[in-house]
């Protein structure tokens, strides 16, 4: 599994990722993010399952984690294949 470098917002329920191959890939909720920073009070490594997307004018996009929204940026995404 790979990184991403780049994600753009499409909806409430997917969007898109720029693979560091060049490949871009939808990807559909639920899908899963590793934490990479402290704040919100997450888990730097832990995983979680975002349910849901939200473009965000401030935050530029924001993840679904429970009941509660996360800014994507303290997130990374992996996606198969992009190795």
Same mark, same amino acid.
């Given at each position: 599994m790979g990184e991403t470098s780049e994600v753009i917002y499409l909806s409430p @329920?997917? /969007? /898109? =990722?720029? =693979? #560091?191959?060049?490949? /871009?890939? #939808?990807?559909?909720?639920?899908?899963?993010? +590793? =934490?990479?920073? +402290?704040? @919100?009070g997450l888990f730097p490594g832990r995983r979680y399952e975002v349910n849901l997307v939200r473009d965000d004018p401030l935050l530029l996009m924001l993840y679904r984690i429970g009941e509660l929204y996360y800014p994507y940026s303290a997130f990374r995404i992996t996606v198969a294949g992009d190795d």
């Open positions: @329920y997917s /969007l /898109l =990722a720029m =693979a #560091r191959t060049g490949n /871009l890939i #939808r990807i559909h909720c639920p899908f899963t993010v +590793e =934490a990479i920073s +402290e704040t @919100y």
